[in-house]
């Protein structure tokens, strides 16, 4: 599996489209006016929001709680991969 994984850039090219979907992540985030914890160059985000909202987005989404950010606010991870799609990210749009 590993070599092939490695095989004509399959490797970069996977991880490339997880960085990219992460990106868009990112910037639905943004638009919605939520901050980011930090500025992350990686498939992994890290939005901040409320944890009533929290509570909202987990019936319909994955995340991993992150850090307590102060009484009522909270940052999460968000986390894209090689078999995030394209629906999942108009999903999260919405």
Known sequence: ??????TDGL?????????ELAYRV?????AAGYPM???SPTNQ?????S?????????SFGYEYWERIDETHSAIRFASS????????SALRQ
């Open 45 to 49: 985000q890290y939005p901040i929001m």
């Open 26 to 30: 990112r910037d639905i985030f943004r």
């Open 82 to 89: 090689w078999a995030t799609t394209e629906d999942n990210i």
């Open 51 to 59: 944890d009533a909202e929290l509570a909202i987005l987990g019936q």
């Open 1 to 6: 599996q590993f070599e092939e994984l490695m």
């Open 11 to 19: 490797y970069t090219q996977l991880g490339r489209h997880a960085d």
């Open 37 to 39: 914890l930090f500025d």
